[in-house]
């Protein structure tokens, strides 16, 4: 086995420990590392929860014999930190313990870090390679590395539809929206809801469903819940008003506006979930970046239109419940 590709195994599995964080890291991105000594690993970690040690902290915590860390190499799915934060930088700590040699995922586009950790190390004379595995570690932490690269937040489209493209029904306003969604892919709907900082829906949707944008099926919290009212017509004993979770209204803002305000509040994701208008308005304007399509089995022959599934790269497609969810990214962006 060559050397390169030793590295792309040690650095697969920084990757899968980085997974372990998924739920605690946030907003810090997901990391892993791994100390390998001899061809052996010797000590392994991962960024388990915003404020406590990271990836690196805890890999070389858990090596018992440290005066190995003098002949090891360390790999990290993230570039070494090297600001005081909440931690100590993890460039100076890995310095302090001489290790000669680190392999690292990608960098960090963080303004107090971008490049400044491995200096740090390069500086102190310890070899450094970075970029293996880099699209894997980059795809790992994408809606982290889009907050920092393109100042918004991530942002995921979702929507059910029939199989013969509706995405409701032709009704009421008091009946309620078609059920296109399975209580299975219900749920996996609120994992959604539990992995993203926010969630927006239009002005209808929240008149004629009067939805609690709330996480109730998934382990983890609920998102920051937003909507657009231009003209004033939400009232105020709308569920998503009620106080249990933070909301908030925009009014005359455009998209780009919105986004940009949810950036200088430190939302790195958002998840938008409709009505059809607004999910359109989104793809017209390309500010998305991933699209998760439901189709239900189920026939409604007239109603509203799904959004155009236009420059969209299927990514993924899987059945569930009898329900195929769809995934796609924009034909011109990051294939992570």
Known sequence: MTPDEQDIIYMRRCIQLARCGCEGAAPNPMVGAVIVCEGRIIGEGYHRRCGGPHAEVNAIASVRAQDMLERSTLYVSLEPCAHYGKTPPCADLIVSRHIPRVVIGCRDPFAKVNGLGIRKLQDAGVEERVGVLEQECVGLNRRFMTFHRKHRPWVTLKWAQSADGYIDACRASHEPAARLSSPYTQV??????????????????????????????????????????????????????????????????????????????????LLVEGGAKLLQSFLDEGLWDEARVEESPSLLRAGVRAPLLEGMCLTGRRQVDGHWISHYRRADGEMW
């Open 188 to 269: 996996l709907a609120h994992r959604m809801r539990a992995q993203d900082m926010a969630i927006l829906v239009g002005t209808d949707t929240v008149i004629r469903d009067n939805p609690a944008l709330t996480n109730r099926l998934w382990p983890g919290g609920s998102p920051l819940r937003l909507t657009i009212d231009r003209h004033g017509r939400i009232p105020g004993n709308a569920r998503m008003l009620d106080g249990s979770v933070p909301a908030h209204v925009y009014h005359e803002e455009t998209i780009a506006q919105i986004l940009a305000d949810l950036y200088l509040r430190g939302v790195q994701s």
